[in-house]
């Protein structure tokens, strides 16, 4: 079974000596290649911590992570920089675009950065485009684009490194129940299209039919659930 | 692609997005550094309007009566310290320099003319270039060398001008260049009129204000040391003895200072406030994967792009606005002058950026995560 990402006991404890605060506590996770994982809990129960050390923004104080077979849990800033950019696609609250970029410039700002800004990433950054029904809208500056479709560049966006795991940080937040059901929808059919994996930090839980599997924390704990709301 | 075009990407697309904002601190460094060259200019202009017959003299030192202030009109002195003088340089690399501001009249008008007297050895270094006319030499009478300048006044050569002081009568036979002193235009006579002028002396001795020499540094201190009662100073010291050239030249430059450190602040407190605001938006590209240098690029970018183009606008509007000057409006600026105040300008728009480049290279990527705005 390959995995696209594993956490093996990891804890982060912020502060030293008597004011330390462990947020996240001995938590292992497993995500399998073409897997949506949904990440719930209370605001304060270690879910940025998570997302935030699942996506090489932050090291553990302990445990290993290994991120296509490549393990991450000891590398410096600048290697993490390096990780992010090439095997991590991020998707934000409320999107995140850059406001003086328009949507196919959002998308080209990858290759851009990475230094490898070529005719093949513009053909991908084209497809990516007409795959998420924004091609029409490919000259247009964030301001002027809804929010579902903001939320749509930023899935796109997040597809353009071709990354090993999609990370998404609430991505309906800002939006109604209808298109942020259409925006997870898109994400998910994205995951098993590309046989990639994700993890999504939510707390609507009407979202959650669309993810393969549940996990809860709480308190710097992961109580796993396998599926069984079905509609 | 190469590396330039790559840290413009997200500049340029900045400044085509955000235009009108660009544009009104663009106008901002426009502004200020036209004022800067302008100010500049005039400093120079100014300058050698005050004591172009100094700076353009051939001589490397005077020697001033002791205590004068380093005034030429203060200074007295006599035949015995010139021969002092001498027994440490050449004759060839000493001349006596008579100095006496006045006023003058043309003949048959009642208009007066401020004018300096400067008494030479026409043999002497100190005899100035011509540029029209003839030249006087030691032992000519009642003629005169005058600045160009007298030429605005309505006089000519041939023309006659009245001492007001001495009440005696000179006819100008030449026009010099880039002869003034204190403002006012130099009129070169030769010692026999000059002593004409002077006011009855017992003894009948040759006295003048001061010495040029052609000598070095150590025959300088030299002089100094070993002859009594006179004091050595450089040319530029000298300079700053000329009546209100050392007031003048450093309010000009505390101007211009001061242009300097207000574009310096304007700068850093547009990319500043700038910076800040896109604090979350620097987050978010760190958090995908931008180098902090990327972005330092980037706003350094901005910041040389923006003052580059502003020094290329504000140095054509001066030059345009010099061209349309009238000949009188003292205002000198060289190519080289220009240059180097584009210099400073710019390392004074790069050290502006600095707090801004600070605050970005400072920021967490982890900020994007968890944040709704």
């Given at each position: 079974m390959e995995y696209k990402l594993v956490l093996d006991n990891i804890s982060k404890v912020f502060?030293?000596?008597?004011?330390?605060?462990?947020?996240?506590?001995h938590v292992s996770l497993h995500v399998k290649a073409g897997e949506f994982v949904a990440l719930v809990g209370p605001s304060g129960s270690g879910k940025s911590t998570f997302l935030s050390i699942a996506g090489a923004l932050l090291s553990p104080s302990s445990g290993r992570i290994i991120l296509g077979g490549e393990?991450?849990?000891?590398?410096?800033p600048k290697q993490m920089n390096r990780i992010r950019m090439e095997k991590i696609g991020f998707i934000f609250q409320s999107s995140n675009?850059?406001?003086?970029?328009?949507v196919r410039d959002q998308l080209l700002l990858i290759p851009e950065l990475a230094g490898t800004l070529n005719e093949k990433a513009e053909k991908r950054a084209d497809d990516l485009l007409k795959r998420l029904g924004l091609a029409h809208r490919?000259?247009?500056?964030?301001?002027?684009?809804s929010g579902g479709e903001r939320q749509r560049v930023a899935i796109a966006r997040a597809w353009m490194n071709d990354p090993e795991i999609i990370l998404a940080d609430?991505?309906?937040?800002?939006?109604?129940s209808e298109r942020g059901r259409a925006v997870v929808q898109m994400l998910a059919d994205e995951v098993k299209l590309r046989d990639k994996a994700a993890i999504m930090v939510t707390h609507?839980?009407?979202?959650?039919?669309?993810?393969d599997r549940v996990v809860f924390i709480e308190d710097g704990k992961l109580l796993e659930q396998t599926k069984r709301m079905s509609l | 692609m190469n590396g330039d075009e790559r840290i413009m990407f997200l500049a340029l697309r900045e400044f085509q997005y955000a235009k009108l904002r660009y544009l009104l601190i663009g106008l901002i460094m426009v502004l200020i550094a036209w004022l800067v060259f302008f100010v500049s200019g005039l400093a120079k202009g100014l300058s050698s309007d005050n004591a172009s017959s100094i700076q353009t003299m051939k001589a490397d030192y005077f020697v001033l009566q002791k205590?004068?202030?380093?005034?030429f009109n203060r200074s007295l002195l006599s035949e015995d310290q010139l021969q002092d003088v001498r027994q440490f340089v050449g004759n060839n690399a000493s001349t006596p320099l008579g100095v006496q501001m006045t006023t003058v009249t043309k003949k048959g008008s009642s208009k007066k003319i401020d004018a300096t007297f400067f008494a030479i050895d026409?043999?002497?270094?100190?005899a100035p270039e011509l540029a029209e006319g003839n030249l006087i030499n030691n032992?000519?009478?009642?003629e005169i060398i005058v600045d160009?300048?007298?030429?605005?006044?309505?006089?000519?050569?041939?023309s006659r001008i009245k001492d007001q002081l001495s009440g005696k009568e000179f006819k100008i036979v030449g026009f010099t260049k880039n002869q003034s002193f204190s403002h006012t235009p130099v009129i070169h006579m030769n010692f026999k009129e000059w002593a004409s002028i002077q006011p009855s002396n017992a003894q009948n001795k040759l006295s003048f204000n001061a010495l040029a020499l052609k000598a070095d540094q150590g025959k300088a201190d030299n002089i100094e040391k070993n002859v009594k009662e006179v004091d050595v100073l450089a040319k530029g010291k000298a300079l700053e003895g000329i009546p209100g050239y050392k007031e003048e030249q450093g309010s000009l430059m505390m101007m211009i200072v001061f242009l300097f450190i207000i574009a310096a602040f304007v700068l850093a407190v547009f990319f500043y406030v700038i910076t800040i605001q896109k604090m979350n938006q620097f987050g978010v590209l760190k958090a995908i994967g931008a180098k902090s240098s990327q972005l330092a690029r980037t706003i350094l970018f901005q910041v040389l792009m923006l003052s580059i183009v502003s020094l290329v606008i504000s140095m054509a509007l001066t030059y345009g606005i010099s061209a349309v000057?009238?000949?009188?409006?003292p205002f000198d600026l060289s190519p080289l002058l220009a240059f180097g105040c584009s210099g400073l300008f710019l390392a004074v728009s790069v050290a502006g950026s600095l707090l801004s480049l600070y605050r970005v290279v400072k920021i967490d990527a982890i900020e994007a995560i968890g944040r709704a705005v």
């Open positions: 502060g030293d000596g008597d004011t330390s605060v462990k947020v996240l506590d393990e991450i849990n000891d590398l410096s675009l850059i406001p003086y970029l328009t490919k000259n247009n500056y964030p301001e002027s684009l609430e991505p309906t937040a800002s939006l109604d609507d839980r009407r979202m959650l039919d669309l993810c | 205590d004068s202030d380093h005034r026409m043999n002497g270094m100190l032992s000519t009478k009642n160009q300048s007298f030429k605005n006044e309505g006089l000519s050569i041939g000057l009238p000949n009188s409006m």
